[in-house]
Structures are given as structure tokens and as C-alpha cells.
């Protein structure tokens, strides 16, 4: 019996031992899965019962124009939070705190009282450092200070539209803010609380930022001077005219680069909600319009190009007054037989009808197609509206009206564009607003390039149409305004009635613009300029034209393009301030050059003056001059009172106000 009991208790230490050794490796494996395989799960898990974070507004990238300039930056400012756990006599600290947050001492005894269980609450966002200062000099228990990034425009309404704005979360809510959210925004920052074992929230005795990095830079291909130039221009042209509102575009012809993009009225983004809605939207962008008889450049191409006419033929017009598939077309002067060119010339009306029924319906709008209208340009700024063309079969009276630019819609940027193609020898580009992004470390992390996206015409046809247009902006040109001093211009007017949304029938309202490239022989700019309902006259060549030359003569300048004629003054290049708004503006930022004067001149006193003012004396006077920093006129050369000629070397430097 022995040896079968010693034998049975060593069965039963075995398995004991067995059972033991399965717990222990269970024991051991569950450990080594919490430990090593779920440890971050866990960690989290940990944090979460005895961490609490506030969510902290993340910082953006710059936006830049192609200089470098900045358009927008994010700034750290102060955040002022309670702790109404901690602080033990509410009505005193609402009555101290109150006074300085611009709130009732009841409303913030109140938030305070409701709030008394919870550990953090925000008081007021992005405060000055002033105001820091005198709460921090109240030494109220329970009051702290977090960092945190504010949004700046430090332009005001300069590129307002193209640039955009953000809201308060910050998330962007127009232009390349908007467009470019997910590269800009930075990485959410977090402010830590600690709670003890109980459940209880210990008091913070400072901030600490979890996860936080700022976003991608982007640069723009906008040159704020240009921007700048545009802008005021545009703004003169509405304002004189006694318009509703006005666009203005500048692009780069052979790159599709686009250099400016204005609108009239504007806003500051800075401030963006005391502006109406309306006011916010980037018009060249998302509203189309009848482009009236700009499109006779787009209609002159497609029928030479298709060998419909050629530049020996004429046209009657039919003194003024042509009657085709029960409608009456007009001209604005009785003409009789005109050549093609002096048809785009003169702007008839008739002339174009009679041309697009040649070149026939089928034809004409696969051009129009192929010129980009009626389709988005693909550029990179939210809410591009597409324009339209009739479909389905068209009527004689609409071919003809078509021809001429009425029953056609498009937008400021696409026309900028189909003339832009007839400018680059008949090959049609992609506008792009975007020209690299770059993160925190400067590396480009996206490199934009022009992009080709069609031929549309022969380059023989190209430079064709380019001549007929030159004669537009000739002294007997219905776009003689736009001439340029050296330069050879080309250009077309354009005068539009508006449809009535409500009688869905033209009305006596207009649209005056006018668009054109210059140089002629080597264009380096494509520029458009739109005035909406003009009340002084509804032409074009009046109110839009002089616009467009204004432009094209301080652009040319600042780019130092050489003029095309010898002997001959080229025009002011203005520099643009950094906040447009202001009259007298201390941190502006500039270096251009002024024109030469075929007379000798005095230089006058500039010290203490902004760069806004010198550019608008030098303007007038017309000095050979150099502007070089930023801030008011600390010095010249030479100076005040003497005599300087067109070859003396003249400059005037800024510096910031102390």
C-alpha cells in the first residue's frame, strides 16, 4: 500500500506544481500584455482619470507674398482662465475683475457661482499685455494666464479677399486661409490640469503645452506692391465713377501667376465681422457676369483661326442698326463697311453678329470652350464659379448676341485668363495663386509651377488678333485711355447691360471694363479691370480703361520692364504701404524707383513723412527716387531745397517711429 500512496502523492504534486506553473505563466503573459503589448492604451487610460486638458487654440503658418512679405502671422497673446474651485470669496473677485474684463460685476459673480465645482474656466481670450499686467497687479487667488496664437493681418484690407480671414476656433473661413486650412493650422496645444488620487483637481500652478506646432508656411505668387497698385487704382476708378463695386486682376501672361487680385468694396480681416457678408466674398473669383464686347477678341480669334474670315475681308455694318432673327442689334455710331480689324477697333456690334453667323454656332462655342469659358480655371481659391454658355440650339439673335458678348456669362478670372492665351501666342495657362509651402523649418515640403493646359489658337493667329487690339487703345480707339507712355498696349473695351433678377430682363444698369495685355511684343502683364454699374457713364473705355493704363504704367515700373519706345518718360512705381487703410502709416515697408523728369527738380523735405505720403509727392513731381526701409523718412539725399536732374542719385530712407 505504501508505494501506491507515495506514488499517488506524487501524482498530485505534479499537477499541483503544473497548475501553479499555467497560473504563473497566465499571470506573467497577462502582465507582459498590460506592461509592454497595451502600454500606451493604459498610459492614456491613466491620464484620463488624472489629467484633465483644455484644448488651446493652434498655431497657423505665415502667409507671404513672393518677396517674403507678410500677409498673415499668428501672434502669442494672453489668455485669462479661473480656477472657481479654489477661489474662496467669489463677490470680492468678481467685484475687483470685472472693471477691467468690460463686464458687470453680477454677470461675472455669476459665471463664477454656476462654474464653483469645475477647475477651469475661460474669463476672456487673447488679452492685451496691459491688461495682464493690471490683473496680475489685483494678486487674485484662482486667476491664471495660458499662451495662446492670435491671427494677424498686419496689411489691414491689402489682399484682404485673396488672403481670407479665420474665425475664433481658428479654422479659415475664405481665401487661402480657407483653401489651405489643413496646411496652415498647426498641431492642437493643450493645457494640462492634475487631479489627485481622489478624484480631486489640483490647483495649476502654471500651463504646460502638449502637441503643439505650428503649421506650413505659404508663399504666395501675389507682389503686395502690385496688389497694392491695383487696389487703389480700382478704388479711384469705383469711387469716381459713383460705381457699386469694381474688380481688378494682374497676371503674370506667360506663367499664369497671378500678381494681383483686388475688389472693391473691401474689408479688414482683422476685423472681418463688422463687414457686411456680401462685402467678404471674393468677387473676381465667385460671381460671373456678361463680359459685353470684350469677348470680340475671343470671337476674332476663333474665326481666324478657323480661316471663317481673314483680315482682308470687311463687313457692312449697316449705319448703326441691323435687324437679324426678329431683333434689332446696335451700334453706338452709324458706321458703314469696316475691316475685321477696325470691326474690334470700333467695337460694332453689328460687325462681330455678322462674323460669329460665319464662323456659326457649332464652331464658335467649341472655341469658346476651348478659351476656358463656361469652365472653372482650377485656380486655387475657394468658390469658383463656373460662367456659362446658351446650350441646346441657338437662335439667330442669340448666335449673334453671343458674338458680342451678351447671353454668356464668365468670371473676372477666366476672361483674365482666355485673353491671357491670345497674349501667349495661342497657348491657354492655369491661373495659380499658390506658389510654394514650406514647413516650420523652411523646407518646401510643395512646389507649384505653371501649368499648360491647351493650345487654343496658332501663334500666327495669336499675333493677329494682338495687332487689332493694339489699335484699340490707339488715339481714335474706343480704349485709348489704357495707352501707356513706351509701351505698346492691347486691349479691348467692354460695355455689358445687367439682367434683372427679378424681370429676368435687361435693365438700364451696365458693366464697364476693360482687359488687354502689355507689351504688346513681349507681354509680361495681363490685366483686367471690371467696374459693376457705373453711374457717370457705362462705357468701359471711360471708367474702366484709364483704370487698366493706371496699373499697367506703375506695374511696368516697378518691374523695371524696359520700355518699347525710346525717348520716351516711363511712369510712377508706387510701393505699397503694409496697412492701406491707414493715411499716415508707420511700419510701411517699400523699395521702388520713381520716374525720370526731363527737367530739373527741387527736392522737397520728406523727413517725418509715411511712405504713402513721399509716393504721392514723388508722383506728382516726378523725381527719379529710391525708398528703402520701412517705417517714417529719417533721412535723405540730398537734401531738402536743392536742385537734382533725372541723373542724380536721390533716395529717401525709413526707419519704425519710436
Not at 123 to 129: A, G, K, S
Not at 286 to 295: A, R
Not at 600 to 606: A, F, L, R, V, Y
Request: aromatic fraction near 6%; proline fraction near 5%; hydrophobic fraction near 40%.
Amino acid at each position: 500500500m505504501k508505494p501506491d500512496r507515495e506514488k499517488g502523492n506524487k501524482i498530485r504534486i505534479r499537477l499541483i506544481g503544473c497548475l501553479f506553473g499555467v497560473v504563473f505563466v497566465t499571470v506573467l503573459s497577462r502582465a507582459y500584455y498590460l506592461q509592454i503589448v497595451t502600454t500606451d492604451e493604459w498610459v492614456k487610460r491613466a491620464e484620463r482619470q488624472h489629467q484633465k486638458t483644455v484644448q488651446l487654440t493652434p498655431a497657423r503658418g505665415n502667409i507671404s507674398d513672393r518677396n517674403g512679405l507678410p500677409l498673415a502671422v499668428s501672434i502669442e497673446m494672453d489668455s485669462c482662465f479661473a480656477e472657481p474651485k479654489v477661489i474662496e470669496n467669489i463677490p470680492e473677485t468678481a467685484a475687483k475683475l470685472a472693471p477691467l474684463l468690460g463686464i458687470s460685476r453680477q454677470e461675472l459673480e455669476k459665471k463664477l457661482t454656476d462654474n464653483k465645482l469645475k477647475h477651469f474656466l475661460w474669463l476672456q481670450r487673447r488679452i492685451t499685455p496691459d491688461l495682464r499686467k493690471k490683473i496680475e497687479t489685483l494678486e487674485l487667488d484662482g486667476i491664471e494666464f495660458a499662451r495662446e496664437t492670435k491671427r494677424f493681418y498686419p496689411n489691414s484690407q491689402v489682399a484682404a479677399h485673396v488672403v481670407g480671414f479665420t474665425g475664433l476656433d481658428p479654422g479659415g473661413l475664405e481665401g487661402i486661409e480657407k483653401k489651405y486650412d489643413k496646411d496652415i493650422l498647426g498641431n492642437v496645444g493643450y493645457l494640462i490640469t492634475e487631479r489627485d488620487a481622489l478624484g480631486r483637481n489640483i490647483r495649476l500652478k502654471g500651463t504646460v503645452i502638449r502637441n503643439s506646432s505650428k503649421g506650413n508656411n505659404i508663399t504666395l505668387t501675389l507682389d503686395r506692391n502690385i496688389q497694392y497698385i491695383a487696389e487703389r487704382e480700382l478704388t479711384k476708378a469705383v469711387e469716381d465713377n459713383g460705381a457699386k463695386s469694381g474688380m481688378a486682376i494682374v497676371m503674370e501672361t506667360q506663367s499664369g501667376r497671378i500678381l494681383a487680385m483686388a475688389n472693391y468694396p473691401t474689408f479688414n480681416p482683422n476685423a472681418y465681422f463688422r463687414f457686411p457678408h456680401a462685402t467678404l466674398r471674393n468677387l473676381a473669383v465667385t460671381d460671373s457676369f456678361e463680359p459685353g464686347s470684350t469677348f470680340k477678341v475671343l470671337l476674332m480669334a476663333a474665326a481666324l483661326e478657323d480661316k471663317a474670315i481673314s483680315l482682308k475681308d470687311s463687313f457692312d455694318c449697316e449705319l448703326g442698326s441691323y435687324s437679324i432673327g426678329g431683333a434689332t442689334i446696335h451700334d453706338t455710331h452709324k458706321y458703314g463697311r469696316l475691316s475685321v480689324a477696325d470691326i474690334l477697333k470700333h467695337s460694332s456690334n453689328i460687325g462681330a453678329a455678322k462674323i460669329g453667323r460665319r464662323l456659326g454656332q457649332e464652331r464658335l462655342s467649341a472655341y469658346l470652350k476651348s478659351f476656358g469659358i463656361g469652365e472653372r480655371t482650377g485656380i486655387d481659391l475657394p468658390g469658383e464659379a463656373v460662367g456659362s454658355i446658351r446650350g441646346g440650339h441657338w437662335y439667330e439673335s442669340e448666335l449673334a448676341t453671343v458674338s458680342f458678348g451678351q447671353g454668356v456669362s464668365t468670371t473676372a478670372v477666366q476672361l483674365t485668363a482666355a485673353i491671357s492665351a491670345v497674349a501667349n501666342k495661342g497657348v491657354l495657362m492655369k491661373p495659380f495663386m499658390v506658389e510654394q509651402i514650406t514647413d516650420e523649418n523652411g523646407n518646401v515640403t510643395q512646389q507649384f509651377v505653371p501649368q499648360v493646359r491647351r493650345r487654343v489658337v496658332s501663334e500666327d493667329t495669336a499675333r493677329k488678333v494682338a495687332v487689332m487690339m493694339e489699335s484699340v487703345t490707339q488715339p481714335d480707339g474706343t480704349g485709348s485711355g489704357a495707352a501707356v507712355e513706351g509701351y505698346g498696349v492691347a486691349g479691348k473695351t467692354g460695355t455689358a447691360q445687367k439682367v434683372d433678377p427679378a424681370t429676368k430682363r435687361y435693365s438700364s444698369k451696365r458693366i464697364g471694363s476693360f482687359v488687354g495685355f502689355v507689351p504688346v511684343k513681349n507681354p509680361r502683364l495681363t490685366i483686367l479691370v471690371v467696374v459693376d454699374e457705373p453711374k457717370k457713364s457705362p462705357y468701359g473705355g471711360i471708367v474702366a480703361a484709364p483704370a487698366f493704363g493706371a496699373i499697367a504704367r506703375q506695374t511696368l515700373s516697378y518691374l523695371r520692364v524696359t520700355p518699347e519706345k525710346t525717348g520716351q518718360r516711363t511712369a510712377v512705381a508706387v510701393a505699397a504701404p503694409t496697412k492701406a487703410a491707414d493715411v499716415d502709416n508707420d511700419d510701411a515697408a517699400a523699395e521702388g524707383e520713381i520716374v525720370n523728369s526731363d527737367d530739373g527738380e527741387q527736392m522737397p523735405n520728406t523727413r517725418g513723412m509715411s511712405i504713402r505720403q513721399v509716393m504721392q509727392l514723388m508722383e506728382k513731381r516726378r523725381l527719379n527716387i529710391r525708398l528703402i526701409g520701412s517705417g517714417r523718412a529719417v533721412e535723405q539725399q540730398p537734401p531738402a531745397g536743392r536742385q537734382i536732374t533725372p541723373n542724380d542719385q536721390v533716395w529717401v530712407r525709413f526707419a519704425p517711429s519710436a
